[in-house]
């Protein structure tokens, strides 16, 4: 079945610094792929997606590009924040008798510092 | 536009006992999702709603079931509970027969003492 494997954290960063958080999955076909974020205390929210090979999702200064080449999915930031400390989950759909559910990462835990 | 609601927002519960939760989707949406994070993990897909019935389950015992309303509103009940049912629930409605993109709600944090 489908399954997503991201890189482990958590990942310490200083304010303004480049981010790159790994995500690589196995799929039969190209399902579309999705980077969600959690806040602390809170639920998830939709953070990007991509629909289709090469597309490139983007929101918030956050960009992923989905490359069915190497199966990848790899979470990038230019400059981060320390609003940007959260929990971030790749996920992807599993088709199911015509119905899907998401299959997600273990999550990868982001601190940015001042 | 109201998003994904969920209530209530923490319950505490002990050995034993019963719980509901409850989750109203995004307008427009027709399919609930329901989800459970335990600590420091990822989501894990619990069922999926879409006219009033279950149209797919996770590796979830029988003690967990649901309900969808003509609403589309949702509810997760959990029977018998166990000490490792706490974790954060979490409800997800998507449009177009679960087709489209899911969205999730703040979530209900459950505690099982």
């Known amino acids: 079945g489908n399954s997503v494997t991201q890189m482990e954290g958590p990942v310490t960063l200083s304010e303004e610094a480049f981010l790159t958080i790994n995500c690589t999955y196995t799929?039969?076909?190209?399902?579309?792929l999705f980077w969600y974020v959690q806040y602390p205390g809170e639920g998830l929210q939709l953070l990007l997606k991509?629909?289709?090979?090469?597309d490139k999702g983007s929101n918030k200064g956050f960009e992923a590009t989905y490359r069915k080449e190497t199966t990848s999915f790899h979470l990038e930031k230019g400059s981060v924040q320390v609003s940007d400390s959260a929990v971030y989950f790749c996920a992807l759909p599993f088709m199911n008798t015509g119905f899907q559910k998401l299959v997600f990462g273990t999550g990868t835990r982001l601190l940015v510092s001042p | 536009d109201a998003g994904v609601t969920q209530s209530p927002t923490h319950l505490i519960k002990t050995r034993g006992q019963q719980v509901t939760l409850r989750c109203s989707p995004k307008s427009g949406h027709d399919t609930v999702s329901w989800y459970q994070q335990a600590l420091g993990q990822g989501p894990q897909f619990i069922f999926q709603y879409y006219e009033e019935e279950e149209r797919q389950r996770g590796n979830f015992p029988d003690r967990f079931s649901g309900h969808q309303f003509p609403n589309y509103s949702s509810e997760l009940n959990v029977n018998a509970l166990l000490l490792g049912d706490s974790a954060l629930y979490l409800c997800?409605?998507?449009?177009?027969?679960?087709?489209?993109?899911?969205?999730f709600g703040p979530g209900t944090r459950l505690l099982v003492l």
């Open positions: 991509a629909t289709k090979a090469d």
């Open positions: 799929a039969t076909g190209y399902p579309s």
């Open positions: 997800a409605s998507s449009a177009l027969a679960g087709q489209e993109t899911q969205y």
